[in-house]
């Protein structure tokens, strides 16, 4: 059934508790569609799994242990669910039929309704009871996982139905004739409603989040408006960096912009954006029209307050993103047609914030220019001379993973769909390094190059990732960003001190990392990458960085440590 759904890979950490499944994978199936991603911890499985769904917007498989392995993999299922990625993760436990159990360890790794340690942050969780009946429950948890909004489903296989001898043949459906679910289509009078609101508005900006890989409706959308633009730290790569109405990007360098933007606004339109009612908070209380396009409503829970505050909006469009700003752009172009002034306005207003753009971009240079020769170095710095390693395959790069501290717009601009991957979405530290070899084993041959920039703390949370990308060929590039410290935390530390009247200095205490200091370098040789660094010299870093992409080059991993100043 895994090989008719057309997955392509299993990534798991080995488990008793699927031994069945294993047998009939590497057996029967020869390894191959699906081939096993063989990791050592089921937070990296599931991670890599989440990383080939942010690349390819498909499903690949993740096998998990029993009741520990899935409480290992909850973080990485929880961080899929906040970033609505398809991940297909299927677990083994029991015996359930306790006459068949042996002493002692199937007991403590037999658990009852296992799915609902995910519950509440998964799509769909289903455990088949007969060996008929799991076609069927692989089927829907495949349907279920990519209906939108899209996100993980878990599959538990009891250990006895894996190893029953079957007495019949399995009936196992051609998915040849199933359809595949329909994208959520706008309703028309309801983007007619949009459309008129849009052309009339004098100053209109559109907020975007993740709108799909066809960015061209978009574009064409914002140029005819002559609307500014602004994406997400979540989704960077929504909208062609360089392009004149861009104007940043929330929770990067750029953000000032981007909180000016949406001050000036007076009509706002949100494609399915995170937390809209919490950007909106920048106006401070200052009302503005909103036209929300969102299939979020779609995805909330009691569990988890991942839905954000309730933004309150005067046409609210429950639909596909690509389709909505589709009929968008056709009902705007008819809207601007009938009406001069219209048009007029909206050449202007692109003039502008062209002139804006061009202005801020020459500010975010300036700026870190100035800091170019910091020792610790400037993150900007290690991100220019990177993106400079690469050369031209730079505007073909994909990040899968950036850092916590700000990406440096004007430094590396993203002119093309998944160019950046952008967060994991539930901001659980280990997340990243499994997310960008995932991503790297979807790229690999389609000659787009995958590096990831990853904080020290998020390296040491997961490094076994970099072992998993050796055993298997995968070629990523990862910039360690290593300021020894969690320092966000100490950052909330000094906020707190300083509240409480306390002594500020102390903030480092239970953050830093530097005694001893982590060889990060060493680690990833002795996990079977290349390791470069640490780097303390700006001067160190363009030579370093060539050998590193030489290396991705040759289809190798590869870890630069860079020693970043805070902030």
Excluded at 373 to 398: F, S, Y
Aim: charged share 20%; net charge negative.
């Amino acid at each position: 059934m895994l090989r008719r759904l057309a997955i392509p890979y299993i990534a798991l950490e080995p488990g008793a508790s699927f031994r069945g499944l294993h047998d009939s994978i590497v057996n029967y199936l020869g390894n191959e569609a699906p081939s096993m991603i063989l990791c050592n911890h089921e937070e990296v499985a599931v991670a890599i799994a989440h990383g080939y769904a942010k690349f390819t917007g498909r499903a690949m498989a993740a096998a998990v242990h029993s009741n520990v392995g899935l409480m290992h993999a909850s973080m990485t299922i929880f961080c899929a669910w906040c970033d609505r990625a398809p991940v297909l993760v299927l677990g083994g436990t029991g015996p359930m039929d306790a006459t068949a159990r042996r002493p002692w360890i199937d007991w403590i790794h037999t658990a009852y309704a296992q799915g609902e340690l995910v519950r509440n942050f998964t799509k769909w969780e289903n455990q088949p009871a007969s060996v008929g009946a799991m076609p069927e429950a692989l089927l829907r948890a495949w349907q279920i996982a990519h209906l939108e909004p899209r996100g993980p489903v878990y599959i538990c296989l009891d250990v006895g139905l894996q190893e029953q001898r079957i007495a019949a043949p399995v009936a196992i459906p051609d998915l040849a004739g199933v359809a595949a679910p329909s994208l959520a289509a706008p309703d028309a009078d309801v983007i007619e409603r949009a459309a008129a609101l849009l052309a009339r508005a004098e100053r209109p900006l559109i907020m975007l989040g993740h709108t799909g890989d066809d960015w061209n409706d978009v574009i064409a959308l914002a140029e005819s408006l002559g609307a500014a633009v602004v994406t997400d730290r979540l989704s960077p790569a929504a909208f062609p960096t360089e392009h004149p109405l861009h104007q940043g990007t929330a929770r990067t360098e750029s953000n000032a912009a981007v909180v000016e933007e949406i001050r000036a606004a007076d009509l706002i339109l949100a494609i399915q954006k995170v937390d809209v009612a919490g950007a909106l908070r920048e106006r401070r209380g200052d009302q503005v029209e909103l036209i929300d396009i969102s299939v979020e409503p779609y995805a909330t829970r009691s569990w988890s307050a991942d839905y954000q505050a309730l933004p309150l909006a005067d046409v609210a469009i429950t639909a596909n993103a690509s389709l909505a700003a589709s009929a968008l752009r056709e009902a705007v172009a008819r809207a601007l047609a009938d009406s001069p002034g219209a048009r007029r306005r909206a050449e202007e207003r692109a003039r502008a914030a062209g002139d804006r753009s061009r202005k801020r971009r020459g500010e975010w240079t300036a700026a870190n220019q100035k800091r170019s020769a910091d020792r610790p170095i400037h993150l900007a710095r290690a991100i220019a001379e990177l993106r400079a390693a690469l050369g031209e395959r730079a505007r073909e790069t994909v990040v899968a993973q950036g850092p916590l501290a700000p990406w440096p717009a004007a430094t590396w601009e993203f002119v093309k769909p998944k160019s950046y991957l952008g967060a994991d979405g539930g901001a659980g530290v280990g997340s990243g390094t499994g997310i960008a070899v995932g991503a790297a084993l979807a790229a690999r041959g389609t000659g787009r190059p995958v590096v990831a920039v990853v904080g020290d703390g998020e390296m040491l949370a997961a490094p076994t990732a970099l072992w998993t990308a050796a055993h298997h060929e995968i070629p990523v590039l990862f910039l360690v960003a290593n300021n020894q410290s969690y320092y966000n935390d100490e950052e909330h530390q000094d906020h707190v001190a300083r509240v409480r009247a306390r002594p500020p200095e102390n903030r480092w205490i239970g953050q830093r990392m530097d005694r001893p200091a982590v060889d990060f370098a060493g680690l990833a040789r002795d996990l079977g990458a290349e390791g470069f660094g640490p780097i303390d010299d700006p001067g160190d870093l363009a030579a370093t960085l060539r050998r590193a992409v030489k290396a991705l080059d040759e289809g190798r991993p590869a870890l630069v440590d860079v020693r970043i100043v805070p902030r």
